[in-house]
């Protein structure tokens, strides 16, 4: 119902931060986010499974992706 602080970061199978794709204030509505396949210094990412990790004010989601090469 209001503008949320919201972030969402890429992690390996092992749990290692890969990516933070955005964070800070975001407004109502929906919004889309891409992930280039690349690593927080830009590093082509082999393919494989990820985990996205979204995060809303105290609310936390996982999603896992699948990124063929």
């Known amino acids: 119902k209001e503008n ?3 972030s969402f970061s890429i992690y390996d199978l092992r ?3 890969i990516k933070t794709l955005t ?3 975001f407004l109502i509505g929906n ?3 891409i992930w280039d396949a690349t690593d927080n210094a ?3 990412m082999p ?3 990820y985990f996205c990790k979204i995060q809303a004010g105290n609310i936390i989601k996982y999603r896992k992706i699948i990124f063929n090469k």
Request: hydrophobic share 30%.
């Open 4 to 6: 949320i602080d919201v």
């Open 23 to 25: 964070s800070g204030n």
């Open 42 to 44: 830009g590093k082509n």
């Open 47 to 49: 393919g494989g499974i």
């Open 15 to 17: 749990g290692r931060l």
């Open 31 to 33: 919004s889309s986010i």
